[in-house]
């Protein structure tokens, strides 16, 4: 079974720009979470979807959005760019994102996002 | 409201020597536990989880780690350290029901020849 693909891998963008950044579940897979990962900051929840819903946010601002397609696919946008935004945004798949002992989150690769 | 904490931001070992990596939670209700492992430019990769059925919880590449209620803690262990374990380690906790992961700040483990 493939695992969580995020692309793109790498990302340069100017500050006032905006991006978009796309995350493909493992098959079967409905419940897709992003996480942004800073030096300073670490692991922080961003959003999570199932079913093309955003069912949870995390404390980021409204810059930040995100889309879920029906076939669970995930997009996630940042726009009007700031330099605090350059850091690597993983996105994360599970069954049904509900904790449970069957439940997992797999995480893909990441996209590394750097804001000049 | 649940929260993690690792404690040492940085830990280095010897090769072979016993690897230790500490975990504190804190959750009103039994949580679940992970510890997932990220390797330099890798997304996180799932070490071990506790569901509640068992305290002592094996995982990959000889990892293993014991959930203690007394203690909230969940401290992840290995034997003997190789080299290749040298990367940085996050322990994370959820709640049943929840959808939300809440992970800790992370331990950069590093491994001495």
């Known amino acids: 079974k493939a695992g969580v693909t995020q692309t793109p891998r790498y990302l340069i963008k100017t500050r006032g720009q905006q991006v978009t950044l796309s995350c493909s579940p493992i098959?079967?897979?409905?419940?897709v979470s992003w996480y942004q990962q800073t030096p300073g900051q670490g692991l922080q929840f961003l959003f999570e979807?199932?079913?093309?819903?955003?069912?949870n946010k995390g404390n980021f601002p409204g810059r930040f959005s995100g889309r879920q397609f029906s076939n669970s696919r995930s997009e996630m946008n940042v726009s009007t760019l700031e330099l605090g935004d350059s850091a690597l945004y993983l996105c994360?798949?599970?069954?049904?994102?509900?904790?449970?002992?069957?439940?997992?989150?797999?995480f893909g690769p990441g996209t590394r996002l750097l804001v000049l | 409201a649940q929260s993690v904490t690792q404690l040492g931001s940085h830990v280095s070992v010897s090769e072979g020597a016993l690897v230790l990596l500490r975990c504190n939670y804190s959750s009103s209700v039994p949580p679940y536990l992970f510890w997932y492992v990220q390797y330099p430019n890798q997304g996180l990769q799932l070490l071990l989880k506790y569901t509640s059925a068992a305290t002592l919880v094996k995982g990959i590449n000889g990892f293993e780690a014991e959930f203690k209620k007394s203690e909230t803690s969940f401290h992840l262990t290995k034997p003997s350290a190789h080299m290749s374990d040298a990367a940085e380690y996050f322990c994370a906790v959820s709640r049943s029901g929840t959808y939300k992961y809440i992970f800790g700040t992370g331990t950069r483990l590093k491994v001495l020849a």
């Open positions: 994360a798949s599970s069954l049904t994102g509900t904790s449970g002992p069957q439940e997992t989150q797999y």
């Open positions: 979807y199932f079913s093309e819903t955003q069912r």
């Open positions: 098959s079967g897979h409905r419940s």
